[in-house]
């Protein structure tokens, strides 16, 4: 396992909240959350089911977005009867402070081989949670497996089973959790226990568990004469869900801008790990918190096309509707003369980008990675190594093939959202994104007409800024332009050279040092 410095760097603005994620000072994750963000994955929804597709073994449910959200029978929970009548009763609920969930009777289960029209005839209300969010021209993909996430433990209602995870190797430690959590798991809960719960005391397992259930009591109480589609329960915010998920003894630092997420983020660290309370500060130094943490920068240098590579290689990153690939070119510079060891050390370096990559785009599905050619069979191997080695740290589900005959390699990546997509090129100041500019021919007799009009106008002791190459177009020779204007206007005529100028930008000055507006 790969041990990294992590640092969480997170940006209030008035659209939104941006979420940095740094690894050894290295951007690897970003998140934006706009202010009015919905159907984010997590959220649960109360939807009308309003297609079956018997076809497709799957229904169309509204849940309040453009486009009808997709809910395959594969998804729909062991414990589907469950949840409708629980939707059901929740809804039509008359008792003064709630039924007593403790006391739900639970449904048979349906079999995993069934029928969706067998199960939602009637195009019943039913309680949802968005798997993925919308992507493309897909509305969302929903899911009727409910689950509600904490620090230590996930609780799915209407079953009693306790589940350990696999990360867990101990044998004891595995039975002392189960022990503690079946001690206080209320009835009609079934609870699966993290990777993070390991060595924690039952007093912290038992709070995490209280506050899911609690949850659960908020969810019934919200469905309480809900019509469809409502939101019936949000997840909670990215910055708190990130820390959730990520927060380990690596995570040395937490800088927030803004003062009520920042007392957010450490009231919830307290709660979580209250050793690790003062990793959190509050960012107030006048420049963009981005730009001062350098996250700015690798923004504009990590999206894109190109990525360079600092050996001197680059990645060409395309997408088309199918799959993306990423093409590794070896560039300028080679370390050896051994093209078999310069293929290796230059792959290698690549590999580690593209796992960067994946991880900061949040690239989905197919990805196909075309590296250079090696002979070597162990070679070959070591590569796919050492990409499985630099993807564990990806929360991401995914599988890495073994290189082709062709030399390509395959990687599946689990797609939860619409990749992040940012357009690093800036407006030309030259053409203002036209893509064209003002012929340099016609540029001479542009500056002499307006140095006519000018000498019209009164103006003496003029000076014109121009680029550097105009400059010397402009100067060169004993007989040059700015001697022939000079004579033709009877008076002295200054040419200045500006760096900062664009090819085709000139200005004019007078004897005062004050610029003419034309």
Same mark, same amino acid.
């Given at each position: 396992?790969?041990?990294?410095? +992590?640092?969480?760097?997170?940006?209030?603005?008035?659209?939104?909240?941006?979420?940095?994620?740094?690894?050894?000072?290295?951007?690897?994750?970003?998140?934006?959350?706009?202010?009015?963000?919905?159907?984010?994955?997590?959220?649960?929804?109360?939807?009308?089911?309003?297609?079956?597709?018997?076809?497709?073994?799957?229904? @169309?449910?509204?849940?309040?977005?453009?486009?009808?959200?997709?809910?395959?029978?594969?998804?729909?929970?062991?414990?589907?009867?469950?949840?409708?009548? @629980?939707?059901?009763?929740? /809804?039509?609920?008359?008792?003064?402070?709630?039924?007593?969930?403790?006391? @739900?009777?639970?449904?048979?289960?349906?079999?995993?081989?069934?029928?969706?029209?067998?199960?939602?005839?009637?195009?019943?209300?039913?309680?949802?949670?968005?798997?993925?969010?919308?992507?493309?021209?897909?509305?969302?993909?929903?899911?009727?497996? /409910?689950?509600?996430?904490?620090?230590?433990?996930?609780?799915?209602?209407?079953?009693?089973?306790?589940?350990?995870?696999?990360?867990?190797?101990?044998?004891?430690?595995?039975?002392?959790?189960?022990?503690?959590?079946?001690?206080?798991?209320?009835?009609?809960?079934?609870?699966?226990?993290?990777?993070?719960?390991?060595?924690?005391?039952?007093?912290?397992?038992?709070?995490?568990?209280?506050?899911?259930? &609690?949850?659960?009591?908020?969810?019934?109480?919200?469905?309480?004469?809900?019509?469809?589609?409502?939101?019936?329960?949000?997840?909670?915010?990215?910055?708190?869900?990130?820390?959730?998920?990520?927060?380990?003894?690596?995570?040395?630092?937490?800088?927030?801008?803004?003062?009520? /997420?920042?007392?957010?983020?450490?009231?919830?660290?307290?709660?979580?790990?209250?050793?690790?309370?003062?990793?959190?500060?509050?960012?107030?130094?006048?420049?963009?918190?981005?730009?001062?943490?350098?996250?700015?920068?690798?923004? +504009?240098?990590?999206?894109?096309?190109?990525?360079?590579?600092?050996?001197?290689?680059?990645?060409?990153?395309?997408? &088309?509707?199918?799959?993306?690939?990423?093409?590794?070119?070896?560039?300028?510079?080679?370390?050896?003369?051994?093209?078999?060891?310069?293929?290796? #050390?230059?792959?290698?370096?690549?590999?580690? #980008?593209?796992?960067?990559?994946?991880?900061?785009?949040?690239?989905?599905?197919?990805?196909?990675?075309? @590296?250079?050619?090696?002979?070597?069979?162990?070679?070959?191997?070591?590569?796919?190594?050492?990409?499985?080695?630099?993807?564990? &740290?990806?929360?991401?589900?995914?599988?890495?093939?073994?290189?082709?005959?062709?030399?390509?390699?395959?990687?599946?990546?689990?797609?939860?959202?619409?990749?992040?997509?940012?357009?690093?090129?800036?407006?030309?100041?030259?053409?203002?994104?036209?893509?064209?500019?003002?012929?340099?021919?016609?540029?001479?007799?542009?500056?002499?007409?307006?140095?006519?009009?000018?000498?019209?106008?009164?103006?003496?002791?003029?000076?014109?800024?121009?680029?550097?190459?105009?400059?010397?177009?402009?100067?060169?020779?004993?007989?040059?332009?700015?001697?022939?204007?000079?004579?033709?206007?009877?008076?002295?005529?200054?040419?200045?050279?500006?760096?900062?100028?664009?090819?085709?930008?000139?200005?004019?000055?007078?004897?005062?040092?004050?610029?003419?507006?034309?």
């Amino acid at each position: 396992m790969i041990c990294l410095t +992590k640092e969480l760097i997170i940006n209030v603005a008035s659209q939104g909240v941006e979420i940095a994620l740094m690894e050894d000072k290295k951007l690897v994750e970003l998140h934006n959350e706009k202010a009015d963000a919905s159907f984010a994955v997590g959220d649960l929804y109360l939807g009308k089911v309003k297609k079956l597709i018997p076809g497709l073994n799957a229904a @169309f449910v509204d849940v309040g977005f453009e486009k009808d959200a997709f809910l395959h029978y594969t998804d729909l929970s062991p414990y589907i009867r469950s949840l409708l009548k @629980f939707t059901n009763i929740a /809804i039509n609920d008359k008792t003064e402070d709630g039924f007593d969930f403790g006391k @739900f009777s639970v449904e048979p289960e349906i079999v995993k081989t069934g029928k969706i029209a067998e199960v939602l005839n009637g195009r019943p209300n039913v309680l949802v949670q968005i798997l993925k969010e919308p992507i493309a021209a897909k509305g969302p993909r929903l899911s009727c497996e /409910i689950s509600l996430p904490g620090r230590f433990v996930v609780i799915t209602p209407f079953n009693d089973v306790v589940a350990v995870s696999r990360k867990i190797h101990s044998g004891d430690e595995r039975k002392r959790l189960q022990k503690i959590i079946e001690a206080v798991k209320p009835k009609n809960f079934g609870v699966i226990v993290r990777t993070a719960a390991e060595g924690k005391q039952a007093a912290e397992l038992r709070e995490d568990l209280e506050s899911l259930v &609690t949850t659960w009591k908020t969810i019934q109480a919200n469905l309480l004469n809900a019509v469809p589609p409502a939101k019936i329960l949000s997840e909670q915010g990215k910055a708190n869900s990130m820390l959730r998920d990520l927060l380990n003894e690596d995570f040395n630092r937490i800088v927030v801008n803004d003062r009520t /997420i920042f007392a957010d983020t450490k009231s919830y660290i307290q709660k979580i790990a209250p050793e690790k309370a003062d990793i959190v500060t509050y960012y107030n130094n006048g420049s963009p918190i981005f730009d001062s943490f350098g996250v700015t920068k690798q923004v +504009k240098a990590s999206f894109g096309k190109t990525v360079n590579l600092p050996s001197g290689a680059y990645l060409i990153i395309e997408h &088309t509707e199918a799959l993306h690939v990423i093409d590794v070119n070896s560039g300028y510079k080679s370390v050896s003369n051994n093209q078999e060891q310069n293929a290796m #050390e230059t792959n290698l370096e690549a590999a580690e #980008e593209v796992a960067r990559q994946l991880r900061l785009r949040d690239l989905g599905g197919i990805i196909v990675v075309d @590296f250079i050619d090696m002979k070597l069979p162990d070679n070959k191997k070591k590569l796919v190594d050492a990409m499985e080695q630099f993807m564990w &740290t990806d929360r991401a589900k995914h599988a890495v093939l073994p290189i082709s005959k062709f030399g390509l390699m395959q990687i599946t990546r689990q797609r939860m959202k619409p990749e992040m997509n940012i357009n690093t090129a800036e407006i030309c100041p030259s053409c203002n994104g036209t893509g064209k500019i003002s012929s340099t021919l016609i540029l001479e007799d542009e500056i002499e007409k307006n140095l006519s009009y000018l000498i019209m106008q009164k103006h003496k002791g003029l000076t014109i800024f121009v680029h550097p190459i105009i400059f010397t177009y402009l100067t060169s020779g004993f007989i040059s332009k700015r001697r022939r204007w000079s004579w033709k206007y009877k008076q002295k005529i200054k040419v200045v050279s500006n760096s900062a100028y664009h090819l085709t930008e000139f200005r004019f000055y007078d004897e005062s040092d004050e610029e003419i507006k034309l």
